[in-house]
């Protein structure tokens, strides 16, 4: 008899499956086709089926399945009640072919086995233990009498011939349909029952004083999080919710249950809603990895935007969907939840939601089970009927069977105050099961809405029914419902649907990956209707994998997308014809179906002729292979010379999708030969593997110990646990395991048990074959049992391979044949046989040193032996020793040291740290070792280019260097990683005369070589690149490791981002490719970059990029026919080589050859094109000593054709000023119509100029030059970067495309005046710039907005019809007549079919998106109470982190206290808690709500003040000094001969005692500020008279209720007056931005040089302009007194403090209130000469501002801390600026 498995669903990985026939047991691994072959006379009725581990066990009927065609499908149930089938087929073989069975063994069971045989034969167990139950669980008064019914009853259910149930539902006719009295039924004794009484199941305790047993074999999320933080048990043990659950409570079921490593659980419960807070170090990791693990190959994109088709339908012809079902999980809040509840609790709940369903749906019944005496109505439970009905219908709620969920604590006080409550419309509510309440409703059919629809709204009647009665659901606003089960808390919805699947099923493995990127989970679902036509086998229910994080009807919408893409390909394929297949067949990729990337079953003998499609995939193999898919083409027919073929190397790529986080390899060799005959793909592999290794300088090898350094690790003796050595070898002439055959594995495992055998001395041991393997003659059958153990528990032991990778990469293959472990007697060596190479050895010891020493001799051994049979390990001169896996190629050694380092671990660098010493880190785990906070193992992170020797010394001074560092530590000392790091690898700064980025040395900042692991805090930023990181951090993670082929890292684009804040009005990209294949390679970061930057010109990524240069088809039309408003016309693009490197990535010897190269072409110009090349002067690349003349920079900077040194830190930063200013130069022709620059942001930037209005013919000499420039470089082999997609490849992404700007100047004196100039020029598709250094400014530079999606000719076109247009109305304009540009504009769009109109934004959008804006707060801490205990730190950058971390008990004094204005600590610190910072710029992270908070929360904003304030002694009662009087600042003028100041500037805070700041205000408050303030202002006379604009939309002044017209704001805005829209995290989180933009607004006079800010981040700020420093600190002094006097009049005051001064919300401006003086100076000679270190002298700061009217000036400036007056800062500036204009004059007068 043959019984074949020909699939399985639900199983574990690495079950065994054991089949039963009598007394002849089969047992094997499961694998797919599985025949179990029983030599039996006669065929039994059943077999038993096990699956191993206790997973689960049924019997089955042989005569179902050997009378169907295609067998059948069995049902079990799993350990955590989850269902396992079987898909089973019996074929019974004649009887003459059946050999004679050998008769077992005699025992004395013999008598009980062939009993047992009988009974299973006649399924007489079954029947018999099934009766025995229900006798039990009955207790009939006539006992025989209901035993005679049962058998009867189920003779005749037998004959129906069902061999299947339903999850919910017994398929067996019950006896007592055949009782006539069932008054008399009795319940089991389930109070004596284990977690069903009172008493908690047995096991771990609940009462959390105990410390935490070893997790080790615990296979659960929970156990995983405390393996990883075992800390935060210790710190959170002792704790208590609010209703006193205990941590020990919630995570109990995973101690109590070890779980199995591939099905993993949970392994925690909530005891109530706070123990999300109060355990949240252990809640929020456990609820992260388990929703990241269930959609490891979901494809979110697709998955969040299901909404969009939530209302389309699912199942048109209603043939394949059978049902849907929608459940609701809801508690009541502060009850505890059903693991924790008390039985008086649980019948409250149970009261209160009767009631609320009852006064819902009257018509509905409630049903409390049978046995509960809780419900006064039916006090005896349901009858014994209606159980049986519900739990045939599959609605009852059944008592808690497995040992997950006894110990949850779900069975207690069974059944005590449960029930059923059946509604109208299909809704049931189950009542204290897991959760208080579970509402349900499932639909015939694909209705899903109709489902959802229901149960919604039971569950909102319900919540206003609870509320009526002053209750209401538990819910937090981090994790919205909460439930018992964290993977329920969000929405708190389950979504499912049952379909009818008969082609897909055919394809399961392909059909199982499609659901898992849908986001769905699919399993197999047993048919309760066993009438209908559906088989079995076919029949799929797919539920929602994950709910965290998303609405309810986001949940419902995933599903239904899900189920819709399996009906349309369920409907496709029953239309195709037969051998089509509609999802992705084995190997195969359909690019037009959903099912792209799905190949399940790459061939391992035989390529397909197509690639498949690696899009999705995450390998270095698949990186490479998108890279250059003609790789896959020339090497698929490929084989070594020993037969290994190419599909075999690349079969796991094509097999596993792998982690974006984690990068696999993707490839494996089958044997040494691999790595020549697929050198293309294995080279690139090894590069990206092994950063820095250079192939052509090979690979060194040195086993000598000696060399080794000889000295102690560890002085102190207690920081080294252990320290061990392992290296691999693989047998010459051998195939490597992944593509060996069984006879070449048994040979390596004789020669190497030979080899192992000739050990001696200290080296001597045995051999044990893993337990199954019979090849090894001296044990067959391997290892006993005995052995194994031991072995295991000293880690000796390795198990089979259970990932995918290693599956589909051949390494199980006969498992475990042929494989084993040697072991010595003190079990400190062993060698792994037939693992993953051929041998593995590892060598233990507490010293590094002598573990090598020992690691050398016994290698010298076996390759003694092996030589003394001709044999040798494999080797070769470029790659080292050889293995299977590229990644451990070279050495193939690791050394590691298991080290104790608490205090060094828990620093955030520390990975980082490890990095830079060339380690590894990782949590050390092993026997003995259990888990222990600070316990780690690091080991060498290189293997390839440098010797053994140098690696284990490598990690010998790393490690002491780390141990060095801990010790520090211990002393108390504080330590800087980042400075410590840098003195590690000897980083040196620039030249202390050298502007940073402007030498050798990159400038400092983030690393160009390689990303840290974790992404910097851009919450200050403004750029795009910080936008789209913040948006998705995970482009980071996946890109952060990344190179091109020439070596550009992710570091090196990103680091000018980084670097820049930038600025909140002007976006700048913040990324420069380093090469042409960064566009590629970081494809993921720089398309939405682009993307982002011209989308609003009309960019269209679904385009090639076009080129066209037919001059035929430029406009002939004249731009100026008078020739009076046009100056210049000019044509420019940007070229880079292809195959070099980008300016910000190429070395010194880069730019010199793309110099020689380009100047060589220059120099073959002819005609009107010959020109010269001039190196920058300090350039001698070129041939040129000292590049050119004095003379010549001059004169080609009067030409403005010269290029200037870059001082913008953005330029600096990306690295493309490096080695200035050498390798660039100038090209001009000796006319100076054609110029280029090279190896200035680009390696070349070509114009044409020309002094008429003749655009066309500027554009035709552009062709002719550049095709000319072209021929040259082609001559020479060389070519631009160019791609089909973006054009013309550039450093910055702005200037893609054409790469091509035509330009024109020309003079709008009326035009430019008008209001919507700006807006107009847009809408012709143009951008405008003033030209600066013009007299009247009326000079306008108009030029091509699109880059990208358009031709040359488009843009030159676009250019030509704008500036006619511009031309005509400037003539109109002139005339006098009245233009409206805002219609002019509005009629270019409407005429224009091109135009992507620029979409408008509104404050009611912004508000309703951008969270603080409106009346709520921002997400994050609370701000109403803090929680309990204080969060985690660690890796906080602020004052307030500090000073918490120093002193945690200030935060347990203060978080319930409360200012009299109701200020709370939580809301102090709020801005602190929500963001991390940066460690080199260090926010303040905490505001004063009011002016209270400075005294009530004194312990955290004194020691905040002192240390932001410097040297000003609160402490020692020193008060700040007040002096805002003109009169005590000199008079003395700055710039006694005129000239140099432009304007000066002074700003001060101001905040009303009587209100709460703007960060607590309320929406009233704010109103009441408002009004008091624009009352005194508007009494205000003389040169301070102004009026008041209220923000735009802002409603709350009476006179002006809809706030500034757009012009004035226009206006405001133009003269630095108008303050913006907060969009900083930091500010947001502050609270300041709430009811945005209500009760805000700006006054100003007349003369718009004075304004006071209304409601932003303080009450009032007042600034003053003036044309000198003394004049307007007299005038500030006049405003603020003026203001003082008002408000006094009208009752109010300033907030001030004898000691702190003027008080505001950021303590930073204490004291004078954050007075701030500037001075504009114009300083061009001494900017030279080291203006910057001059005024760091004088004190004061300096920055260049660029300026339309002034160009380049110097802002002087300095900002009053604590202890000093307003007087005093004042004079301080005045003097400073006094100081440098006296240096100007002298350098003017020639002076040094």
Not at 357 to 384: F, H, N, T, V, W
Not at 1075 to 1102: E, M, N
Request: one cysteine or more; aromatic letters at 6%.
């Amino acid at each position: 008899m043959d019984v074949t498995v020909t699939s399985a669903q639900g199983l574990p990985a690495k079950a065994y499956l054991s089949l039963r026939a009598g007394d002849v047991r089969k047992q094997v691994q499961y694998k797919p086709g599985e025949c179990f072959r029983f030599d039996v006379k006669s065929v039994p009725r059943h077999v038993v089926v096990d699956v191993f581990e206790k997973v689960g066990s049924a019997q089955v009927n042989l005569a179902d399945l050997a009378n169907s065609a295609y067998g059948g499908a069995v049902q079990l149930n799993g350990r955590d009640g989850s269902p396992i089938v079987l898909d089973m087929q019996v074929k019974v073989r004649p009887q003459h072919s059946i050999a004679e069975v050998k008769k077992p063994r005699i025992s004395r069971h013999q008598a009980a086995l062939e009993a047992q045989s009988y009974l299973e034969a006649h399924n007489v167990q079954k029947i018999l233990q099934g009766m025995v139950h229900e006798l039990l669980s009955s207790q009939p008064a006539d006992p025989l009498s209901f035993m005679t019914g049962y058998i009867k009853a189920h003779s005749a259910h037998d004959k129906l011939g069902s061999t299947m149930t339903s999850i919910n539902q017994s398929a067996v006719i019950k006896p007592h349909e055949l009782e006539e009295d069932d008054d008399d039924d009795l319940l089991p004794d389930w109070a004596a029952m284990p977690g069903m009484g009172e008493e908690e199941y047995p096991g771990f305790a609940s009462n959390g004083s105990q410390p935490l047993p070893n997790l080790k074999g615990c296979h659960s999320i929970m156990a995983s999080v405390l393996r990883e933080t075992s800390a935060v048990y210790e710190q959170l043990k002792d704790l208590r919710s609010s209703s006193g659950v205990t941590l020990a409570q919630c995570i109990k079921p995973g101690l109590d249950n070890k779980g199995h490593r591939m099905v993993r659980t949970l392994g925690l419960v909530a005891g109530d809603e706070s123990c999300y807070d109060v355990f949240r170090d252990v809640f929020l990791p456990v609820k992260e990895q388990w929703h990241s693990s269930g959609l490891g190959d979901a494809d979110m994109e697709d998955i969040l935007n299901a909404d969009r088709e939530v209302d389309l339908p699912i199942d048109p012809l209603g043939n394949t969907v059978l049902s849907v079902q929608v459940a609701i999980s809801r508690n009541l809040s502060g009850i505890r939840m059903p693991p924790a509840v008390q039985r008086e609790e649980r019948r409250k709940v149970e009261r209160l939601l009767v009631k609320a369903l009852l006064d819902i749906e009257a018509s509905g019944s409630y049903e409390p089970l049978r046995g509960s005496s809780s419900y006064a109505s039916k006090p005896q439970g349901m009858s014994y009927e209606k159980e049986s009905e519900m739990k045939v219908a599959g609605r009852l709620l059944q008592e808690p069977q497995s040992d997950l969920q006894l110990s949850s604590g779900y069975g207690r006080h069974w059944p005590d105050a449960r029930g059923v409550f059946d509604g109208s419309q299909g809704l049931v509510a189950w009542l204290n099961e897991e959760d208080h309440l579970k509402l349900f409703c499932a639909e015939p059919g694909a209705d899903l809405l109709k489902a959802f629809d229901c149960v919604q709204r039971a569950e909102r009647a319900i919540a206003g029914c609870l509320e009526a009665s002053g209750h209401r659901f538990a819910q937090s606003e981090r994790f919205g419902f909460l439930t018992a089960c964290p993977t329920n808390a969000g929405a708190g919805i389950q979504a499912s649907a049952v379909l009818d699947l008969p082609n897909l099923a055919a394809q399961q493995d392909s059909f199982k990956v499609w659901c898992r990127r849908m986001g769905l989970i699919p399993c197999r679902r047993v048919q309760r209707d066993r009438s209908e036509a559906c088989n079995d086998k076919n029949v799929w229910e797919v539920k929602v994998a994950r709910s965290m994080g998303m609405r309810a009807e986001s949940v419902v919408a995933v599903l239904a997308k899900g189920c819709r893409r399996l009906v349309a390909e369920e409907m496709k394929l029953q239309a195709e014809s037969a051998g089509q297949s509609g999802l992705a067949a084995p190997g195969t990729a359909d690019t037009s179906s959903p099912s792209v990337g799905v190949c399940s079953e790459f061939s391992r003998d035989k390529c397909l002729a197509k690639m498949p499609d690696v899009s999705g995939r995450h390998s270095l193999a698949a990186e490479v292979l998108r890279r250059d898919p003609s790789i896959y083409d020339r090497l698929k027919d490929k084989s070594t010379p020993s037969g290994v073929d190419f599909a075999t190397c690349v079969k796991t790529c094509f097999e596993n999708f792998g982690h974006p986080m984690i990068k696999t390899v993707g490839a494996v060799a089958g044997d040494e030969a691999c790595y020549d005959t697929f050198k293309e793909l294995f080279d690139p592999i090894i590069r990206l593997r092994h950063p820095g290794y250079a192939p052509e300088k090979g690979h060194r090898t040195d086993l000598d110990s000696a060399k080794v350094i000889d000295a102690p690790l560890d002085a102190t003796g207690h920081h080294v646990v252990a320290a061990r050595v392992r290296v691999s070898r693989n047998l010459r002439g051998l195939r490597l395991p992944p593509a060996c055959s069984e006879d070449e594995r048994r040979a390596v495992e004789a020669s190497a048990v030979q080899a192992l055998a000739a050990m001696t001395a200290d080296l001597k041991g045995e051999y044990f074959p893993l337990l199954g393997s019979n090849s090894h003659a001296p044990k067959p059958g391997g290892m006993s049992e005995e052995d194994e153990d031991v072995l295991r528990e000293a880690d000796f032991l390795f198990e089979e391979p259970d990932s995918s990778v290693l599956l589909s990469s051949g390494y199980a293959r006969d498992w475990p044949d042929a494989r084993g472990v040697f072991a010595d007697m003190p079990r400190t060596l062993c060698v792994f046989v037939n693992e993953l190479d051929h041998l593995r050895l590892c060598v233990s010891d507490c010293d590094l040193k002598q573990a090598f020493e020992r690691l050398c001799r016994v290698l010298k051994s076996l390759e003694a032996s092996l030589s003394a049979t001709g044999q040798s390990f494999m080797w070769n001169e470029r790659l080292g020793f050889l293995g299977s896996d590229p990644s451990q190629l070279g050495t193939c050694l690791s050394a590691s040291v298991t080290v104790r380092i608490p205090l060094l671990s828990s620093q955030p660098k520390f990975r980082e740290l490890c990095k830079g010493l060339g380690l590894q880190a990782q949590l050390a785990a092993g026997p003995g070792l259990g888990v222990h906070e600070g316990l780690w193992e690091v080991q060498n992170s290189s293997r390839l280019g440098s010797t053994e020797v140098e690696q284990v010394n490598s990690t010998i001074e790393a490690v002491r260097a780390i141990l060095r560092l801990e010790e520090r530590l211990e002393n108390g000392e504080h330590l800087q990683l980042d400075a410590e790091l840098r003195a590690v690898v000897a980083e040196r700064g620039p030249a202390d005369d050298e502007l940073p980025g402007l030498g050798d040395k990159d400038s400092p900042g983030f690393p160009v070589d390689s990303c840290p692991a974790e992404l910097p805090d851009l919450s200050r930023h403004h750029s795009l690149l910080a936008q789209i990181l913040t948006a998705d951090p995970a482009i980071y993670t996946e890109l952060k490791d990344r190179r091109t082929d020439l070596g550009v890292s992710l570091a090196r684009c990103i680091k000018s981002g980084i670097d820049n804040q930038g600025h909140s009005l002007f976006k700048v990209v913040g990324a420069f490719a380093g090469d042409a294949q960064c566009y590629d390679v970081f494809g993921k970061l720089f398309d939405p970059l682009i993307l982002a930057r011209h989308k609003t010109a009309g960019y269209d990524p679904s385009l090639m990029q076009p080129r066209n240069l037919n001059m035929e088809a430029i406009s002939s039309t004249p731009i100026d026919g008078a020739d009076q408003v046009v100056v210049s016309v000019q044509v420019s693009a940007i070229r880079n080589l292809a195959g070099h490197r980008f300016t910000p990535a190429m070395a010194l010897q880069e730019r010199e050859q793309v110099e020689k190269i380009l100047s060589a072409a220059f120099s073959k110009m002819q005609g009107d094109f010959a020109g010269e090349y001039y190196p920058l002067t300090g350039s001698s690349s070129s041939g040129r000593l000292g590049g050119m003349s004095e003379d010549d920079a001059a004169r080609l900077r009067s030409e403005h054709l010269l290029i200037e040194a870059p001082d913008a830190p953005l330029i600096l930063s990306s690295g493309r000023a490096r080695s200035w200013p050498k390798a660039r130069g100038v090209f001009a022709s000796a006319n100076r119509e054609l110029a280029a620059w090279i190896n200035d942001e680009d390696h070349l930037r070509l114009f044409v100029r020309r002094g008429d209005a003749d655009l066309k013919a500027a554009f035709a000499s552009f062709c002719e030059a550049e095709e000319a420039l072209t021929r040259a470089l082609a001559a020479e082999g060389g070519s631009f970067a160019r791609s089909p997609r973006l054009g013309f490849l550039t450093t910055c992404p702005s200037n893609l495309g054409t790469a091509l700007r035509a330009k024109v100047r020309l003079q709008l004196p009326q035009l430019s005046r008008l209001n919507g100039f700006r807006e107009f020029t847009w809408a012709l598709m143009v951008q405008a710039k003033r030209v600066p250094g013009y007299d009247g400014n009326d000079l306008w530079d108009v030029s091509n907005v699109a880059r990208l999606s358009s031709s040359e000719v488009d843009q030159v076109n676009c250019v030509i019809a704008a500036v006619q247009s511009l031309v005509s109305l400037e003539r109109r304009a002139e005339g006098g007549e009245a233009l409206d540009l805002k219609a002019e504009a509005e009629t270019v769009k409407q005429r224009r079919a091109r135009e992507v109109a620029k979409p408008r934004f509104t404050m009611q959008d912004l508000i309703q998106h951008m969270p603080g804006l409106g009346n709520d707060e921002v997400p994050g801490f609370p701000a109403d109470v803090c929680p309990e205990p204080m969060p985690d730190l660690t890796g906080f950058f602020s004052l307030t982190a500090d000073v918490l971390r120093k002193d945690p008990s200030i935060y347990e004094r203060l978080r319930s206290v409360r200012t009299v204005k109701g200020v709370t600590f939580a809301k102090c610190i709020k801005p602190g808690m929500d963001n991390r910072g940066h460690p080199m710029i260090r926010a303040v992270g905490a505001v004063a709500g009011d002016a209270e908070c400075y005294s009530t929360f004194r312990d955290l904003f004194m020691p905040i003040i002192m240390a932001r304030q410097g040297s000003f002694d609160i402490a020692a009662g020193v008060r700040h000094p007040r002096e805002l009087n003109a009169a005590s600042v000199s008079s003395e003028a700055i710039d006694p001969v005129g000239g140099h100041v432009v304007a000066a500037r002074i700003k001060i805070s101001r905040n009303l005692a009587a209100f709460r700041f703007p960060s607590a205000v309320a929406q009233e408050e704010r109103r009441t500020v408002e009004a008091a303030a624009v009352k005194v202002l508007s009494q205000l006379d003389g040169d301070l008279a102004g009026e008041y604009f209220p923000l735009r939309n802002s409603q709350t002044c009476v006179l002006r209720p809809q706030g500034m017209t757009e012009q004035e704001a226009a206006e405001l805005e133009a003269q630095g007056l108008l303050f913006q829209v907060p969009d900083s995290p930091l500010v947001l989180s502050t609270g300041s931005g709430r009811h945005w933009p209500e009760a805000r607004g700006i006054f100003a006079n007349a003369s718009k040089n004075l304004a006071v800010w209304v409601n932003e981040e303080d009450h009032l700020r007042f600034a003053v302009t003036a044309g000198g420093l003394h004049e307007a600190f007299s005038k500030i002094c006049m405003l603020e007194d003026a203001m003082r006097v008002g408000l006094q009049h009208d009752g109010l005051d300033y907030a001030c403090d004898e000691a702190l001064g003027f008080l505001s919300s950021c303590p930073s401006k204490l004291g004078s209130g954050g007075l701030q003086a500037s001075v504009l100076v114009k300083l061009p000679l001494l900017a030279g000469a080291g203006l910057k270190a001059r005024c760091k002298e004088l004190q004061v700061a300096s920055r260049t501002i660029e300026t339309a009217a002034w160009g380049n000036v110097w802002k002087i400036s300095a900002v009053a801390k604590l202890g000093q007056s307003e007087a005093n800062l004042v004079e301080q500036v005045a003097s400073a600026c006094r100081t440098l204009v006296a240096e100007e004059i002298k350098l003017e007068r020639g002076s040094s």
